[in-house]
């Protein structure tokens, strides 16, 4: 079986401070992970993946994240927050041979300007 | 290349009745899944469709079901409508291998059960 759990269904932080959302996951077998993104009265568009290669990922808008086993975890990070980063967050984990996501339930995220 | 599209936006059913959503996958990927999002239940795997055929399925009930057609262009039904069936219906295509490969989502269609 495979789930994550995101920390914080809400997380508040002023314009350019460090943004962290936390995404901790469970999985029998080893997973693929990612962060989406979701605007308003839009879909998700993806922020990374993590598919085995190296632990710290990189992806769009300045955003990374890092996957430790140890700690079952890929929390997503982003040095210095802009207006534009409010938005929902969303991490998710599938395993290899399939394409069924598994949700986390979301962390909506506000930037204080 | 153009993005993933579903129609329509937006829908208001009312119980009983039955639904047609559709989703235009992008140009050349194969395979589309759908997800249900709603504010009490997240998002949540329907089933996905690769060549014509279902791949996976999730855990929901047979009122729900979908097919897709030889262009990759996918539709989903759903009958005898429920008012929890209100959710926001995302689909999502990629290319097909699977796994690692990236699922774009399309805008979604926001179904409204009265």
């Known amino acids: 079986a495979q789930s994550v759990t995101q920390l914080g269904s809400h997380v508040s932080v002023s314009e350019g401070a460090l943004v962290l959302l936390r995404c901790n996951y469970s999985?029998?077998?080893?997973?693929?992970l990612f962060w989406y993104v979701q605007y308003p009265n839009q879909g998700l568009q993806l922020l990374l993946k993590?598919?085995?290669?190296?632990?710290l990922v990189k992806g769009i808008n300045g955003f990374e994240a890092e996957f430790k086993k140890s700690e079952t975890s890929f929390h997503l990070t982003k040095p210095s927050a802009h207006m534009s980063d409010a938005a929902e967050y969303f991490c998710?984990?599938?395993?290899?041979?399939?394409?069924?996501?598994?949700f986390g339930t979301g962390t909506r995220l506000t930037v204080i300007p | 290349k153009a993005g993933v599209t579903q129609t329509p936006r937006y829908l208001i059913k009312t119980r009983g009745q039955q639904v047609t959503l559709s989703c235009s996958p992008i140009?050349?990927?194969?395979?589309v899944s759908w997800y249900q999002q709603t504010p009490g239940q997240g998002l949540q795997f329907l089933f996905e469709?690769?060549?014509?055929?279902?791949?996976n399925k999730g855990n929901f009930p047979g009122r729900f079901s979908g097919r897709q057609f030889s262009n990759s262009r996918s539709e989903m039904n759903v009958s005898t409508l429920e008012l929890g069936d209100s959710a926001l219906y995302l689909c999502?295509?990629?290319?097909?291998?699977?796994?690692?490969?990236?699922?774009?989502f399309g805008p979604g269609t926001r179904l409204t059960v009265l």
């Open positions: 999502a295509s990629s290319s097909g291998g699977q796994g690692n490969n990236e699922q774009f």
């Open positions: 999985s029998s077998v080893p997973p693929y």
């Open positions: 993590y598919t085995s290669a190296a632990t």
């Open positions: 998710a984990v599938t395993q290899t041979g399939a394409n069924n996501l598994f």
């Open positions: 140009s050349g990927h194969r395979s």
């Open positions: 469709y690769f060549s014509e055929t279902q791949r």
